[in-house]
């Protein structure tokens, strides 16, 4: 059972790479030759439906939270072949460009808010893409300004679901960061 877990985790890693290159899913065929229980896409949808019936005494595969962890992972994915391309879903309207212009930081000369939410953040955070709150949306901010500065700082430091730290780009200092997160609530206040 432990062997179907690893293989739909890893046909779920080549599905990530597959959706980029917009090649066939051949990845999943071959996983679920060897595992016809556990497709990579029967793991992905239950990870998005409500949590399945309770198990018994019996072992089940763990799966969800493995899938979840994937997912968390893409933003990451979509942020290493940054300097390659940009990302399109299908059935999305392809504009989701990266922004791979900026250079790694100096911890001499910390960058402004405007320069990593122009250079990291917009990515995600321009159009509130994967749920992210939106630049200058009121709205979907409110909820989170309640929990405090100091907590929103650390989440984008450290990561928060699918939210990655320090937006994907791991070099920025933390400063850096904080001053992102402070130029985007400047945009909602
Ligand atoms: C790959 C997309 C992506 C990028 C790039 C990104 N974010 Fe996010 N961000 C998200 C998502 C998704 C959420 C919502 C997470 C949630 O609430 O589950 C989020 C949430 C946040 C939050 C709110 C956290 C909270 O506790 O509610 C802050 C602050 C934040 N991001 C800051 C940043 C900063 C600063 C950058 C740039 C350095 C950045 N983000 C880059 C996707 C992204």
Redesign the pocket.
């Known amino acids: 059972m432990k062997k179907v877990v690893m293989l739909s985790a890893v046909a779920m890693l080549s599905l990530a790479g597959v959706a980029v290159s917009q090649a066939e899913p051949t990845a999943s065929a071959t996983a679920s030759s060897v595992a016809p229980a556990t497709s990579a896409t029967a793991s992905a949808t239950a990870s998005v439906a409500s949590a399945p019936t309770p198990a018994k005494k019996e072992e089940i595969p763990q799966d969800p939270p493995q899938v979840q962890k994937l997912i968390a992972l893409?933003?990451?994915l979509?942020?290493r072949i940054a300097p390659q391309g940009k990302v399109c879903f299908e059935g999305k309207e392809c504009d989701i460009t990266?922004a791979a212009q900026l250079g790694p930081a100096d911890p001499n000369n910390p960058r402004d808010?405007k320069t990593?939410?122009e250079?990291?953040?917009?990515?995600?955070?321009a159009t509130g893409?994967?749920?992210?709150?939106k630049f200058g949306d009121k709205a979907s901010?409110s909820?989170?300004i309640g929990?405090g500065k100091t907590?929103?700082?650390?989440?984008?430091i450290n990561g928060?679901?699918?939210?990655?730290a320090?937006?994907?780009?791991a070099d920025?200092l933390d400063v850096?960061?904080?001053?992102?997160?402070d130029?985007?609530?400047d945009s909602v206040k």
Do not use: D, Q
């Not at 893409?129 to 709150?133: A, C, E, N, R």
């Open positions: 893409y933003p990451n979509i942020a990266i808010g990593i939410y250079g990291v953040c917009h990515t995600c955070h893409l994967l749920g992210s709150p901010w909820a989170r929990k907590t929103l700082h650390n989440n984008a928060f679901n699918a939210m990655p320090k937006g994907g780009k920025l850096e960061v904080t001053n992102a997160v130029y985007m609530l």
